[in-house]
């Protein structure tokens, strides 16, 4: 939209630095809450049915503790799901301005269907009361205060109910399904700049073979919290009823052997996402996460199998927290990934809060000195570094030819030419010829150290 392209304000290179950090901390509660509440609708809708064909309670208990294991605070839907993803909306629309992504418009299409899951998540959840107020009333066969048997009218309420608890839990669903999807192609999409000319429109957005990839990533990780989420919530108490020993063992059952097999499928899909991803992601933060991935993985589906071997869920508090951690590492992988494809988007970002502050400081009549510094933080660290390549090569590889030459590197830096063929052209910063000199002497002396 116009209107969020133009209520932003230029950031300063700290500035965005902090909001790719809260950008992180909103995914990763988005994730969690997002992920335990498809994983828990759909089991409980799986459970709905099964109950409903077999005519076994369990099954019916089963299904209605999965949903009120997610809907027991309204305050939480809020906080994990709309808040988070509202400010992803503002966030990319701080990072990508004015580069033409769609990006926060898509976000905010996924915020409207969330809404309208979570309104049919609840009714999915009221409904299921509801039912059974109303079975309990029919089977009692409930008089009125004139004589009269209201059975006919229970009955029929009963009827309404159930239809209106099928629908919503079918809707809700659909529309947590579609907007899940969407969030995670349009944070693909953010990451992948190979993406941003062919992709940048609905279409493009949703039928691509790597969103589809972090669909089947996420479902996977759904099932595995959820049921680790189960064992710790259904065996912390136990209500005393007589039956719970056979229904808390079916229970316990079923959790551990789909949360073993989700876990197991996770580290074929993480890797397999990795292999697909273009090389511009990459670096070796990016690796190192995504190694931490896979390991503490591998470590919730060890502990999965020790609990099924033991049949224990001693360990339910401790999966639970791998299970954060595992979700955390797989944030980072994708905020590594964007931060390392879209440095020169930072860089232009940059430029213009530079123009902007300087414009603001001659209205203002205030001037400051030039810090060689200051530009290399706010310009030159988005390509270039002094140990390691970048997106340029290591200044220590490149600066000592400059040694007692610093009218030729100040030259160079006013109006770069491509000199190895290894790296892209450096393109002109629109630097004054004071600021050159600034930023070579700072190189120049910063590199010896």
């Not at 932003?8 to 950090?21: C, D, E, F, K, T």
């Not at 709309?82 to 992504?101: D, I, K, M, T």
Request: proline share 3%; net charge positive.
């Amino acid at each position: 939209m116009d209107l969020l392209d133009h209520s932003v304000l230029p950031q300063s290179a700290h500035h965005m630095v902090l909001l790719r950090y809260l950008l992180s901390l909103t995914f990763i509660l988005f994730f969690l809450y997002a992920s335990v509440l498809f994983g828990s609708l759909l089991y409980s809708l799986y459970f709905r049915r099964k109950g409903e064909k077999s005519g076994e309670k369990k099954y019916k208990r089963f299904s209605k503790e999965l949903i009120d294991q997610v809907t027991f605070n309204k305050v939480i839907a809020i906080a994990f799901g709309v808040v988070p993803l509202l400010s992803a909306v503002f966030g990319y629309a701080q990072l990508l301005h004015n580069s033409g992504l769609n990006v926060p418009e898509f976000l905010l299409l996924a915020l409207l269907l969330l809404i309208i899951a979570l309104l049919f998540v609840y009714t999915y959840k009221y409904t299921f009361h509801l039912k059974e107020i109303f079975q309990f009333a029919e089977e009692k066969n409930v008089e009125s205060q004139n004589g009269k048997y209201l059975t006919e009218e229970i009955s029929s309420y009963y009827s309404k109910t159930g239809r209106l608890h099928k629908q919503s839990g079918f809707y809700a669903l659909l529309f947590l399904t579609v907007t899940v999807y969407i969030f995670l192609s349009t944070v693909q999409l953010a990451s992948n700049t190979t993406r941003w000319a062919s992709d940048n429109n609905l279409f493009g957005l949703i039928f691509s073979f790597s969103a589809l990839m972090d669909f089947v990533q996420f479902i996977a990780a759904a099932f595995s919290i959820t049921s680790a989420l189960v064992l710790y919530l259904q065996f912390k108490t136990n209500n005393g009823n007589e039956h719970d020993d056979n229904y808390k063992s079916y229970v316990k059952i079923f959790s551990l052997r789909s949360g073993l097999i989700s876990t197991l499928i996770l580290p074929l899909i993480i890797v397999l996402n990795v292999m697909i991803s273009p090389v511009n992601l990459f670096s070796f933060d990016y690796f190192g996460v995504v190694l931490t991935a896979l390991i503490l993985v591998l470590l919730v589906a060890t502990v999965f199998y020790v609990m099924i071997k033991d049949s224990s869920i001693n360990y339910s508090t401790f999966l639970i927290v791998l299970l954060v951690f595992v979700f955390l590492s797989l944030v980072v992988k994708d905020q590594l990934a964007f931060d390392n494809s879209t440095k020169m988007q930072t860089a232009i970002l940059v430029k213009e809060y530079d123009s902007y502050e300087k414009k603001i400081q001659e209205e203002m009549g205030v001037s400051t000195p030039i810090s060689g510094a200051d530009i290399y933080n706010g310009r030159c660290i988005a390509c270039h570094n002094f140990d390691k390549k970048v997106v340029g090569p290591p200044y220590n590889s490149t600066l000592p030819k400059y040694e007692g030459k610093r009218d030729l590197l100040v030259k160079f830096i006013l109006n770069p030419i491509k000199v190895n063929p290894d790296y892209p052209a450096m393109p002109n910063q629109g630097l004054k010829p004071k600021e050159a000199e600034a930023i070579a002497d700072y190189l120049l002396k910063t590199y010896k150290k």
